[in-house]
């Protein structure tokens, strides 16, 4: 039964015939066209924008949410969803601003020590959903609470801490005429996919987003990918801190807050179904990159960061609507006439 479970399709088999493309390749396609159009007509907004200077800042503005959208990404695959990601991130921002020394080496240090306490809340999270029952969004978001409550007590509201050269120099610094960021986000995405798609782990991610019940009878160990799953989100979000730290050159209690709707929508737009099961994350950061062009354009034209939540918000309801899975058949159903009577009417006719 489990050797069946985990043989079936691969996440990427578009379940074709031929050269044709399935869902999950054409998604990050049009995505990218997508975000290609918005860059050329943002032209017609601003001269300075539409550049290659803007295309590198996009890509360097949409790295942050590129590393959560991860995270959340593998969560929602197997059917749930993090709301702690805004502390975590924060989490890792100010551990990574108040442990930062001169020496650029202390960074890898730094950088293992938010994993790993990252990956503890993490895993009490998912432990807590896995095998106490406690539904994913109440456990997440009780769990973003106790710790952003734990940090504003801790530092009394006033992170400190000392900037570090060495991580601001990956957005300052150029190589090749790019921002050494540019090139470790392409290793992450290479890498991250690679987990995702081409690993055990990520196939037994898929088949329990598929069918729990179906996962647990084929032996998969349910409990655990639970766990590991929310402890990896919880871990890159504190990645994402990290990082973040040495754009900005220090950290505050709320850094983390305006990752929460976008991570979400870049999974949701980029083909990942609410359901779980469903989804590649390649997707997801075509529409990090949409996203955040998107915000800068909007940004551009001096819209209230209030009404830039208002529109993720209604871009997560618009393509969760356009991706239920029973749209197409409703529609089929509701554009067609039925070809021949119902059975009652059918019924009736042949008795008389």
């Not at 360097?60 to 590129?66: G, K, Y």
């Not at 960021?181 to 081409?198: E, K």
């Amino acid at each position: 039964m489990k050797e069946a479970l985990m043989s079936g399709p691969a996440p990427h088999d578009t379940r074709t015939t031929g050269r044709s493309l399935g869902p999950e390749a054409i998604t990050p396609l049009v995505l990218f066209g997508l975000t290609i159009l918005l860059v050329i007509a943002s032209r017609w907004i601003s001269p300075n924008l539409g550049g290659f200077h803007q295309v590198a800042a996009i890509i360097v503005l949409s790295s942050f949410l590129m590393v959560v959208a991860f995270g959340q990404q593998m969560v929602v695959l197997i059917g749930g969803l993090d709301l702690s990601v805004p502390s975590l991130l924060t989490l890792g921002g100010i551990l990574t601003f108040g442990w930062s020394t001169a020496s650029g080496w202390s960074l890898i240090w730094i950088l293992l020590a938010v994993l790993v306490v990252n990956g503890v809340i993490g895993a009490l999270s998912g432990a807590g959903i896995a095998w106490l029952r406690i539904p994913p969004f109440i456990m997440t978001l009780a769990m973003g609470i106790i710790v952003y409550s734990a940090a504003l007590g801790i530092t009394a509201g006033t992170p400190r801490g000392h900037p570090s050269a060495a991580l601001a120099s990956l957005f300052t610094g150029r190589i090749l005429g790019l921002p050494p960021i540019i090139y470790l986000m392409i290793l992450f995405v290479i890498a991250g996919t690679a987990l995702q798609s081409y690993t055990p782990f990520g196939r037994k991610l898929y088949a329990l987003g598929t069918s729990p019940v179906a996962a647990h009878v084929a032996g998969l160990p349910v409990g655990w990918l639970t766990v590991a799953t929310y402890a990896l989100s919880a871990a890159v979000a504190g990645v994402a801190g990290f990082l973040l730290v040495g754009y900005a050159g220090g950290a505050t209690l709320v850094m983390g807050q305006s990752y929460l709707l976008p991570s979400i929508a870049a999974v949701v737009v980029g083909g990942t179904s609410i359901l779980g099961g469903r989804g590649t994350y390649i997707s997801a950061v075509a529409a990090s990159l949409l996203l955040t062009t998107f915000s800068t354009i909007i940004s551009s034209v001096q819209i209230l960061e209030g009404w830039r939540t208002i529109i993720y918000g209604c871009v997560i309801l618009i393509a969760i609507a356009a991706l239920r899975e029973d749209l197409p058949l409703w529609l089929n159903r509701s554009l067609q006439r039925p070809s021949r009577p119902p059975p009652q009417a059918a019924n009736a006719q042949s008795a008389q």
